[in-house]
């Protein structure tokens, strides 16, 4: 499961590679702040393109919330959440049926764009993270679902079972996030899209050779530890550990 990204480009150049504009211009001083690592427990505002306004880019909170909710509900529905995962995934197979997922699968799509992403890889009962990120180091975009929780949007990264490389890396659960090629971004974002249309874009798969995989340090497990620094994206090799 995604529950750890980085995002480490400056709003211009996320403007730039999705051709949106950031909705307030007062906060593009705090979303150009460099994040080496940002933990989804902590549900953090992000970025994202949603499907309802597809030229702008705007801040979502991470962890899918019902609608049915009110912002002051927020706080504490994410405190009861935690043991669902925080809804900081959603299982593209329960798109069209989950309570929550269902009612943003045809209008409520969007777009996160991420420098990488990590994932733990067991290795003798222990778990290793690793990093994810292009080869070129150009956006990735993941594929989300989001709801309006009065003014504050709140999104998930929408996951599938593991592709060969990514069952290697996430070898435990065998799960990956959603990864839009540039040709798919554009169409997720589309209206009228027909349930077979979505699986047809959530079923592309991403060409794993432009992907870039390395360990990084397992601090990026420890609470204790402050993992929001450029360090936490360098590899660090551990014996006995090859994909």
């Not at 992907?211 to 497990?221: I, N, R």
Request: charged share 20%; hydrophobic share 30%; glycine share 4%.
């Amino acid at each position: 499961m995604c529950f750890h990204t980085s995002q480490t480009k400056k709003v211009k150049k996320l403007e730039n590679t999705f051709k949106v504009n950031l909705t307030n211009p007062e906060l593009r001083e705090t979303f150009d702040v460099p994040s080496y690592h940002l933990n989804g427990f902590a549900h953090p505002k992000m970025l994202i393109i949603p499907q309802e306004e597809p030229s702008v880019i705007t801040p979502g909170l991470w962890g899918i919330i019902p609608n049915n909710k009110k912002e002051t509900q927020i706080t504490e529905y994410y405190k009861q959440a935690v043991r669902y995962g925080g809804g900081l995934n959603a299982q593209s197979e329960k798109l069209f049926d989950h309570f929550i997922y269902k009612h943003a699968a045809f209008s409520k799509r969007c777009i996160i764009p991420v420098t990488g992403f990590f994932e733990p890889h067991e290795y003798k009962s222990k778990k290793y993270p690793f990093h994810i990120k292009r080869k070129d180091d150009e956006v990735l975009a993941l594929a989300g679902i989001y709801t309006s929780i009065q003014e504050v949007l709140t999104f998930t990264i929408l996951t599938k079972p593991a592709s060969p490389l990514f069952a290697k890396i996430h070898n435990k659960k065998n799960r990956q996030p959603i990864l839009l090629t540039n040709n798919t971004q554009q169409n997720w974002l589309e209206d009228n899209l027909t349930q077979n249309q979505i699986q047809e874009i959530i079923n592309n798969q991403y060409p794993e050779q432009e992907l870039s995989t390395y360990t990084v340090s397992k601090d990026l497990f420890s609470p204790k530890i402050n993992s929001n620094t450029p360090t936490i994206i360098e590899e660090v090799n551990y014996e006995g550990i090859t994909i």
